[in-house]
């Protein structure tokens, strides 16, 4: 009886436009989300955003990304893109950006260029063996590969590293500042 009572209370509350009481908490709490608008999640990547090298004809152009949500406490950011399938035994790291300012929540196209990353971030090298974005470009006649775009909220203004780390020295140390994440996943195969 006293739930049925509750059901009805809440629902003419909604139907009169009346606030509803809500948890500070939980409705404080909004989802950190990664989006681009030139990749969608699942989806296949355009050749424009694939490697110019080792066989591809891509242009090697990073998409644009953004984020948004992150958790209270962030200081920066860490942006990494992973291929889980390159047949290396460990993956392969096509873009690893560090100590991106909290202020910044997107990276316009191209922005995987040395020297275009905002102000205070570094470009990593990653395993194509120079820093900034490296495009997909898994052996021909492979299956689709996964490249595993994330964006990671860090509890630090800067990462922690040696100078020209390694992409997994990076990734052990944002391990341990990492106070959220968000992530898609979209394919290549040629």
């Known amino acids: 009886m006293r739930a049925s009572v509750l059901a009805c209370g809440l629902t003419a509350l909604l139907l009169t436009g ?7 908490a939980t409705m404080s709490k909004q989802k950190f989300t990664l989006t681009s608008p030139d990749i969608k999640p699942g989806a296949m990547i355009a050749d424009q955003f694939t490697a110019n090298s080792f066989g591809c004809t891509g242009a090697n152009t990073s998409p644009a990304l953004s984020w948004s949500g992150a958790p209270e406490g962030t200081k920066s950011f860490v942006l990494t893109v992973y291929d889980p399938d390159a047949p290396t ?4 790291w096509h873009w690893v950006m560090y100590n991106i300012p909290a202020s910044v929540t997107s990276l316009p196209e191209g922005a995987g260029v040395v020297g275009k990353e905002p102000a205070g971030a570094t470009q990593n090298v990653t395993d194509f063996g120079v820093p900034g974005y490296g495009g997909p470009c898994p052996p021909k006649g492979d299956k689709p590969h996964r490249y595993v775009f994330t964006v990671y909220a860090v509890k630090t203004d800067k990462l922690e590293v040696p100078a020209n780390p390694t992409a997994a020295v990076v990734g052990f140390v944002t391990h341990f500042a990492t106070i959220g994440k968000a992530s898609f996943t979209a394919k290549y195969a040629r």
């Open 89 to 92: 035994g460990s993956g392969f």
């Open 18 to 24: 009346a606030a509803v009481p809500t948890d500070a």
